[in-house]
């Protein structure tokens, strides 16, 4: 009698580790379809008409030294999500860096003297576009790792930044 009832607490636990097996493959496989749905949705919105729109008026306004209160921070916005997504680990890091590492690298460079000074002008509030900085900080970490370059090896010269903005500010 003992025997049959070891035998059916054993078989009680193993339904329970099966079980909860299945619900941590059910999540993760879960996990994994929301971050592919997430990529999908910003990479879709990055190229959609009004973000080329954003980038092309922003290019705009930095190559031709707009005043501080007219720039529009619908870019830099677009970055300080996807920085929170990716330290929230919604974002796969390979994906990240092979879509989007060339823009972000190139916005932050463009934007940094802008973020800058909006930082000085909110009370030296650093938490402005700071996930968009440690975004660049990692895709340039990342960089080091896949490229074999330095980070200032990466970082592109003013004269690459004002041509990605010409590029940028030819969008339609």
């Not at 078989?11 to 929301?34: E, H, K, S, Y």
């Not at 980038?55 to 030294?65: G, H, P, T």
């Not at 980070?151 to 500010?169: G, H, K, M, N, T």
């Amino acid at each position: 009698m003992l025997y049959v009832e070891l035998l059916i607490a054993l078989a009680a636990w193993a339904g329970v580790v099966v079980t909860f097996r299945m619900a941590r493959q059910q999540t993760d496989m879960l996990r994994t379809d929301i971050k592919l749905r997430l990529q999908l949705k910003l990479s879709d919105r990055f190229d959609d008409v009004r973000m080329m729109r954003s980038r092309k008026r922003l290019a705009e306004q930095l190559l031709r030294d707009a005043p501080h209160e007219d720039i529009r921070e619908d870019v830099m916005n677009f970055f300080e999500d996807m920085g929170l997504f990716f330290e929230l680990e919604y974002l796969d890091e390979r994906f990240v860096w092979g879509t989007f590492s060339f823009y972000v690298t190139r916005w932050w460079s463009a934007c940094k003297d802008y973020i800058i000074e909006e930082r000085i002008r909110q009370n030296s509030d650093q938490s402005l576009f700071s996930k968009f900085g440690c975004l660049a900080e990692r895709v340039y970490e990342i960089g080091v790792k896949e490229l074999k370059r330095t980070r200032a090896e990466q970082e592109p010269s003013p004269d690459e930044i004002r041509d990605f903005l010409l590029d940028e500010s030819r969008l339609a």
